[in-house]
């Protein structure tokens, strides 16, 4: 069963395998470059695999290139070299086919305001030269949660309506493929959650979900896989759970009951820094590594005296390790 006949038979239901047992990419993007006509290098050669069936996210700051690779992924900008492929198909020379598979929901709001929902929906639909499917429509609308809305001009409805209704546009064709460009930029914490859980049980039909984000909670919260792009590159793509493990620190803060000077000598293999009132001493570690050194450098501390009130240990977000690898925050 495709991930459309999933969308169509079922209430977002768990039907797709998961992502490690299926091997050929959906996307598959090799050697991609972009140079604007002005000369500007957005892209410097991207090679990219996204798996059918998982929620990829893009991180960047601004002017990273994510939007110029989205783009050309979905054959708005072309490619100056490079090969992109979508379901097997080469999205400069098969653009019709490419373009079909794929949905894709703009940052910004582009749509009749005076016109009903469901005119709104089952247009996009023509837009792609299928025929009209009520009944896909209605189920898009009751799925992300419209149906009553379905008669109510847009400009009627809440910023949280406008935006799901951007999405049962990109649905509107079955694509196999989401793009979702900032969905949650400027929205609420709850709408925020409201549309993590949309992007969810979007891949739990089989969507495949590419979304980009300045928020890093958002590809901590629903990302599979992290991409890192800056300046025109991918600094890393790597599964999101591997990616904190790999690269995420903890720290243990110790909290003294007396003032210490400096660090004892018989504790300088420990790598401590010692706060500027001294009553705190903090070490660094990676995680897994940290059992055996806490427990001499605890014991090393008794030996020199040196007694703590308190202890608290702190693991390091995907925004340090974030900033870590680009110098800023996304
Ligand atoms: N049509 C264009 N002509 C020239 N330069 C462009 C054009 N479109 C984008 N750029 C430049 O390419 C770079 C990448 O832009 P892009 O929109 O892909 O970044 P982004 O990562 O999506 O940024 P943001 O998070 O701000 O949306 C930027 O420096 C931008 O100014």
């Given amino acids: 069963m495709s991930g459309a006949d999933a969308y169509i038979c079922g209430k977002f239901r768990k039907t797709i395998p998961s992502v490690k047992t299926i091997m ?121 949660s419209l149906w009553s809305k379905k008669d109510n001009m847009l400009r009627e409805l809440s910023g949280g309506m406008k935006r ?8 509107s064709h079955e694509p196999k493929v989401l793009f979702l460009d900032e969905p949650t930029a400027g929205v609420d914490v709850n709408l925020r959650r409201e549309m993590w859980q949309v992007v969810r049980d979007l891949r739990n039909t089989g969507v495949t979900v590419i979304l980009t984000t ?25 599964e999101k759970t591997a990616l904190m493990k790999k690269l995420g620190r903890k720290q243990l803060r110790l909290e003294l009951t007396e ?37 001499s450098l605890l014991a090393g501390l008794a030996a020199e005296n040196i007694h703590f009130r308190d202890l608290s240990t702190r693991q390091s977000s995907l925004e340090d390790i974030f900033v870590e690898l680009v110098g800023e925050k996304a």
């Fill in 24 to 144: 050929t990419p959906i996307v598959s993007v090799e050697k991609l470059t972009k140079t604007y006509g002005n000369g500007f290098e957005a892209l410097k050669g991207v090679d990219l695999a996204i798996e059918q069936g998982e929620i990829l996210a893009l991180l960047g700051p601004n002017g990273a290139g994510k939007t110029t690779l989205i783009s050309i992924v979905c054959g708005i900008v072309n490619p100056s070299s490079g090969k992109v492929l979508v379901g097997g198909h080469d999205v400069v020379k098969d653009f019709r086919a490419t373009r079909s598979l794929i949905g894709l929901v703009p940052q910004e709001l582009t749509t009749d305001m005076f016109e009903t929902v469901w005119n709104t929906v089952s247009f996009s639909r023509g837009v792609y030269g299928y025929k009209p499917n009520p009944a896909l429509i209605e189920k898009v609308l009751k799925d992300l």
């Fill in 164 to 171: 799901r209704v951007m999405i049962a546009k990109a649905l």
């Fill in 214 to 238: 300045h928020y890093i909670e958002e590809a901590e919260e629903i990302a599979d896989r992290v991409g890192v792009i800056n300046g025109g590159k991918l600094l890393l793509l790597e």
């Fill in 259 to 295: 003032p210490l000077k400096a660090v004892p000598t018989s504790l300088a293999v420990y790598d401590l820094t010692l706060a500027a009132d001294g009553l705190s001493l903090l070490h660094e570690y990676r995680d897994g590594e940290g059992q055996d050194t806490i427990a």
